[in-house]
C-alpha cells in the first residue's frame, strides 16, 4: 500500500515507485495513509511556499500576460500531454519497473540478489509466470489506473496553473514586452511554436535523452553516500527520547500531544554504525542495500 501510495504520488513529478511489487495488503492502515498525504501535503507547501503579491503595475499587466498565456497552454493542454505523449511512457515505466523479474523473485519468495545472478533472464521470467501469472495484467491496470488519476488531477488544476503562468509573465514582462509576444504568437509560426511549447517537453525525444542521467545518478551515488557520511560525523548525532532530561521528555510530550509511555515506547532500537574505510566498500554496501531493499 505505501509503495502504490508513493508510486502515485512520484508519478505527477514524472518520478515512479515499483507498483508490481506493492504486495504488502493490509500493511497500511487508513490512518496511516492519512498521515502519509498529510505529511506529503505539507512538504509541497514548504518546497514551494507562497509568492509575494503582485505590486498594482504587475496587477496591471496580468490581462495583457493572461492573452499570451492562453496562447502558450490553451485548455486541455494537460490532457493531451498525458494522453498523446505520456501514456505510452507510463505504461513502459510500470512494466519495465514493476516488471523486473529479478527484483520481483526479491521480493515475493525473499530470495537473495546473490541467489539469481547466475540465472538467464528467461529462466527469470518463467519464474515470476509461475509466482505471479496476474503480474502484467496487474500492471497493465495500475498504468492506468494511475494515468486516469493524474489526468483529472491535472486537468483539475490546468486553470490555477494558467493563472499562475500569467501573473508570473506579468511580474517578468513588460507591457511592451507582453504586446510583442502576443503579436508573434498570433503570425503563423508563432502559433505553432506557442502551441507547441509545453508539449515539446513531454516529447518521447526529450524524455529519452534524460535517461542518460539515470547512469551518472547511479555512479555518482556511492560518492554521495560516502560525502554524506562524512558530513554526518562532523555534527552530534540528534538525542533519542532516552538521552533527554526528564524535564525534556515532558516538554517533548507536550509539543507532540502524546504520553511519556508512547514516546519511551516508540524509540527504535539503536542501529550499528557502519564507516566504510574505502569508496568501493561504500559501492558495495550500497548496491547490497538496494538488493535488499
Do not use: H
Not at 167 to 186: C, G, H, I, N
Not at 189 to 199: D, N
Not at 262 to 271: F, G
Amino acid at each position: 500500500m505505501k509503495r502504490i501510495f508513493a508510486a502515485t504520488t512520484c508519478a505527477l513529478a514524472l518520478t515512479f515507485a515499483a507498483p508490481a511489487v506493492a504486495q504488502d495488503d493490509g500493511a497500511s492502515t487508513s490512518a496511516e495513509v492519512d498521515k502519509e498525504i498529510a505529511a506529503m501535503s505539507a512538504m509541497f507547501g514548504d518546497i514551494f511556499g507562497t509568492a509575494d503579491p503582485l505590486t498594482a503595475e504587475q496587477e496591471a499587466r496580468v490581462p495583457s500576460a493572461q492573452s499570451v498565456v492562453m496562447k502558450l497552454f490553451p485548455e486541455g493542454t494537460y490532457a493531451k500531454m498525458m494522453n498523446e505523449t505520456l501514456a505510452p511512457m507510463f505504461d513502459q515505466m510500470f512494466t519495465s519497473m514493476g516488471m523486473t523479474p529479478g527484483l520481483m523473485l526479491v521480493e515475493l519468495p525473499g530470495l537473495p540478489p546473490s541467489a539469481m545472478a547466475e540465472v538467464d533472464e528467461a529462466d527469470l521470467q518463467s519464474a515470476i509466470d509461475l509466482l505471479d501469472p496476474n503480474a502484467s495484467e496487474r500492471n497493465s491496470d495500475i498504468a492506468k489506473m494511475t494515468l486516469d488519476l493524474i489526468t483529472g488531477i491535472v486537468v483539475e488544476i490546468e486553470p490555477s496553473y494558467r493563472a499562475g503562468l500569467a501573473r508570473a509573465f506579468a511580474v517578468r514582462f513588460s507591457e511592451d514586452e507582453l504586446a510583442d509576444l502576443d503579436a508573434y504568437f498570433a503570425t503563423p509560426v508563432g502559433s505553432k511554436y506557442a502551441s507547441e511549447s509545453f508539449l515539446i517537453y513531454a516529447d518521447p525525444q526529450v524524455m529519452s535523452a534524460m535517461n542518460e542521467m539515470m547512469p551518472k545518478m547511479m555512479e555518482a551515488m556511492p560518492s554521495m553516500i560516502g560525502s554524506i557520511g562524512e558530513i554526518a560525523q562532523k555534527y552530534p548525532k540528534g538525542r533519542t527520547f532516552s538521552a533527554l532530561s526528564n524535564e525534556e521528555q515532558e516538554k517533548l510530550a507536550a509539543l507532540l500531544g502524546a504520553t511519556l509511555e508512547d514516546l519511551a515506547a516508540s524509540e527504535p532500537a539503536p542501529a550499528p554504525t557502519i564507516v566504510p574505510s574505502t569508496e568501493a566498500e561504500t559501492e558495495a554496501e550500497w548496491v547490497e542495500e538496494e538488493g535488499a531493499s
